[in-house]
C-alpha cells in the first residue's frame, strides 16, 4: 500500500514538473520572441524574399534545368530586371517624381487659388466652406504656411548656424542609412542561403518535432507556403496592375508626372488597405492645380481603379486562399505596428495570413478534428443567428 501511494505520489509529482517546466519553457520562448522580435521579422523577410525567388526556379526545373542552373537564372533574371528597371524606367519615374516634388508649392498654391475661387462664386456655399488664408497672408507658399517675410540675417552667421545645426542631423541620417543598407544585405545574403537549399533549414526543424507529428508538420510546412505563394502573387499582380491602370488613366485626363503618380500608387499597394489613401493627396494636387474642373472625376476613376484590382482581379489570382476580412487586416496592422513598426505594417497581410493557417491546421483540424467542413453563418426568420455546416467537396478542399 506504501508502495501504491509512493509510486502514485512520484507520478503526480512528475506530472507537476512536466506542467511546471513546459511553462517555464513557453514563457522563456516568448520572452526571447519579444527581445529578438525584429530579427525574427528580418528572417520572415528573408523566407519571403527565397519564396519569391524560389517561384521562377520551380518553374525552370519544371524545364528540365537542374536547380542550380534554375537559382542562378532566377537571381540573373531578377538582377537584369533591377538593371533595365534602374536605367530605363526609374530615370523617367525619378524625374517626373522630382518635379512632382518641386512643383509640389506652386500646385498647391494653384489649388487653393481654386478653391477660394469657387468658395467665392458659390455665396450660399461660402459660410459653409472654411477659409483658407486670411486677406494679408496672399496666395504663395509662404504665405499659406504663414512664414510671413524672412528676416535678413547675417550670411556668415546664418551659415554657422545652419553648419552647426545639420551635422547631428546628417550624422543620424548617414547611420540610419548604414544600417538600413547592412540589414538589407543581411536580408538578402539569408534568403539566397535558404533558397540554395531551404530542405536544410527545414530538416533541422523537423528533428525537434515528435516522430509521430512529423509528416503533419511537414503538411503545415506546405500549406504555409502556399499561403505565403498566394500573398505574393497578389502583390505583384496588384503593384502591376495598379501602376498601368493609374498611368493610363492620368495620360487620359491629362495630368502632369502621371508616371510619378501612377509609381506612387502602384508601392502604396504594399500597404494593405491604407496605402490606397495616399496617392489621392498628390493626385488631387495636381488635378487642382491645371484640371480643377476634373478633380471628381480624377478622382473617381482612381478610386473605380482601385475597387477593380481589389475586388476583382486580385480576387481572380489568389482566389480564396487570402481570402481574409478587412476588418480583421486593419485591426491586425494596428497592432503589427506596436509589435514591429513600420515593417509590421508592410508585412501585416503575410503574417495574419501564416498565423491564421497555423490556427486552421494545428487547432481547427488538428485540436478541434474538423475537416473539410465549411460552416455557414445565417440569419433565421426569427433574426436569430444559425449556423449550419456543409461538408466541402473533394476537389475544392484540395484546391483551398
Given amino acids: 500500500m506504501a508502495k501504491a501511494a509512493k509510486r502514485l505520489f512520484s507520478q503526480e509529482y512528475l506530472d507537476f514538473l512536466k506542467r511546471f517546466f513546459s511553462i517555464v519553457l513557453t514563457i522563456v520562448l ?15 523577410l528573408s523566407i519571403i524574399i527565397a519564396l519569391t525567388l ?16 534554375a ?35 506652386a500646385a498647391i498654391d494653384a489649388a487653393e487659388k481654386s478653391y477660394n475661387d469657387f468658395r467665392d462664386q458659390n455665396p450660399q456655399l461660402k459660410d459653409l466652406l472654411p477659409a483658407t488664408t486670411d486677406a494679408t497672408a496672399g496666395s504663395s507658399m509662404s504665405g499659406w504656411l504663414g512664414l510671413g517675410e524672412p528676416e535678413i540675417a547675417d550670411p556668415e552667421q546664418t551659415l554657422t548656424e545652419t553648419v552647426g545645426s545639420s551635422l547631428p542631423i546628417l550624422t543620424n541620417a548617414g547611420n540610419i542609412v548604414i544600417a538600413l543598407v547592412v540589414n538589407i544585405l ?21 528533428v525537434l518535432v515528435p516522430p509521430g507529428y512529423q509528416q503533419r ?8 507556403r502556399r499561403t505565403l505563394t498566394a500573398w505574393l502573387t497578389s502583390l505583384s499582380f496588384s503593384i502591376t496592375i495598379t501602376f498601368i491602370m493609374v498611368y493610363i488613366a492620368m495620360r487620359l485626363w491629362d495630368i502632369p508626372n502621371a508616371m510619378g503618380l501612377a509609381a506612387i500608387a502602384a ?17 488631387a494636387i495636381f488635378t487642382l492645380a491645371d484640371h480643377p474642373s476634373r478633380l471628381l472625376f480624377v478622382i473617381g476613376t482612381y478610386i473605380l481603379i482601385q475597387q477593380l484590382e481589389g475586388a ?22 494596428l497592432i503589427a505596428a506596436n509589435l514591429f513598426g513600420f515593417l509590421g505594417v508592410l508585412l501585416a497581410v503575410p503574417l495574419l495570413g501564416v498565423l491564421i493557417t497555423l490556427v486552421r491546421e494545428i487547432y481547427v483540424f488538428d485540436v478541434l478534428g474538423v475537416h473539410d467542413v465549411e460552416l455557414t453563418l ?3 426568420s426569427d433574426g436569430d443567428l444559425v449556423i449550419t455546416a456543409e461538408p466541402i467537396p473533394q476537389e475544392t478542399a484540395q484546391v483551398t
Fill in 217 to 224: 508538420f511537414v503538411q503545415v510546412l506546405t500549406e504555409l
Fill in 267 to 283: 508601392l502604396s499597394t504594399i500597404i494593405p488597405n491604407l496605402g490606397a489613401l495616399i496617392p489621392i493627396i498628390p493626385i
Fill in 312 to 333: 476583382v482581379l486580385s480576387p481572380m489570382v489568389v482566389k480564396r486562399q487570402m481570402n481574409i476580412p478587412v476588418g480583421v487586416v486593419l485591426v491586425f496592422q
Fill in 71 to 105: 537559382i542562378a537564372g532566377s537571381i540573373m533574371g531578377v538582377l537584369a530586371f533591377i538593371i533595365i528597371f534602374f536605367f530605363l524606367m526609374l530615370p523617367p519615374i525619378a524625374v517626373q517624381t522630382g518635379s512632382l516634388i518641386r512643383e509640389m508649392p
Fill in 54 to 69: 524560389s517561384m521562377p526556379v520551380v518553374r525552370l526545373q519544371a524545364l528540365g534545368l537542374r536547380r542550380s542552373y
Fill in 30 to 44: 516568448l520572452m526571447t520572441f519579444w527581445r529578438l522580435r525584429e530579427i525574427v521579422l528580418m528572417v520572415f
Fill in 378 to 380: 445565417e440569419e433565421g
Fill in 186 to 206: 543581411l536580408i538578402v545574403i539569408v534568403a539566397i542561403y535558404i533558397l540554395i537549399d531551404p530542405r536544410d533549414y527545414a530538416q533541422g526543424v523537423i
